[in-house]
């Protein structure tokens, strides 16, 4: 069984800052990475995905992802963090030929950016 | 226009009652979802439906039944509310579940939550 750890629960980081926010993974074979943004009262929303290909992949918002194989890590970055991006953030795992769309995400980690 | 939307947006109700949750997509994707996201934020799946079938069923009581009269919509039913299932719950959609390599359908799309709370 797949299970996907986000180890913070919550990132304070001052506006202008570099942003990161933790994921590690755990999964049978090769996997399917993604990260979701959930913000106040609304649905998630898809910010990037790895599949296969370059380990850094680059999404919306400015956001990317670093996946790291050896580490089973793939964690959010951004350089400069803005206000606006004080959200909850979502990493989810799916493993290569599971049937459905059967995600497994982990425990969240929200993010407050400080003006 | 909403991608997906679901109502009601609140549902406060008593334990023992029945209530529905409607979910409607207009993007024509193939496979829609229900999610809960319980009070500490993490969120597991309940059901997923590709065309009108039933193809993931978590472990999730049979009070629970989703019913998707088309594709383009899944409701949820619920019997019997308890307190426990008070909670957000998340309907989602996206194009057929890829399979294997290359396929990376996987991008969802959520519809803004209903909130459930059973007194």
């Known amino acids: 069984a797949q299970s996907v750890a986000q180890p913070e629960d919550q990132v304070n980081v001052a506006e202008g800052n570099p942003l990161t926010v933790k994921c590690t993974y755990s999964v049978s074979g090769n996997p399917y990475l993604f990260w979701y943004v959930q913000y106040p009262n609304r649905g998630l929303q898809f910010l990037l995905k790895y599949i296969t290909g370059d380990n850094l992949v680059k999404g919306s918002y400015g956001f990317e992802a670093e996946f790291n194989k050896s580490q089973t890590s793939f964690h959010l970055k951004k350089p400069s963090a803005l206000v606006s991006d004080s959200a909850l953030y979502f990493c989810a795992v799916r493993p290569l030929g599971a049937a459905g769309n059967k995600l497994t995400f982990g425990g969240g980690t929200r993010v407050l950016v400080k003006p | 226009d909403t991608a997906v939307s679901q109502t009601p947006k609140y549902l406060v109700t008593q334990m023992g009652n029945d209530k529905s949750i409607k979910c409607e997509q207009n993007l024509g994707h193939d496979t829609m979802y229900w999610y809960k996201q319980d009070s500490k934020k993490f969120l597991k799946i309940m059901f997923s439906y590709n065309n009108k079938e039933l193809i993931i069923n978590e472990t999730v009581p049979n009070r629970f039944s989703p019913k998707s009269p088309d594709k383009a919509h899944l409701n949820l039913h619920i019997n019997s509310l308890e307190l426990g299932d008070s909670a957000v719950y998340f309907c989602?959609?996206?194009?057929?579940?890829?399979?294997?390599?290359?396929?990376?359908?996987?991008?969802?799309?959520f519809g803004s939550g209903t909130q459930l709370s059973v007194l």
């Open positions: 989602a959609s996206s194009p057929s579940p890829g399979q294997g390599a290359g396929q990376t359908n996987e991008k969802l799309f």
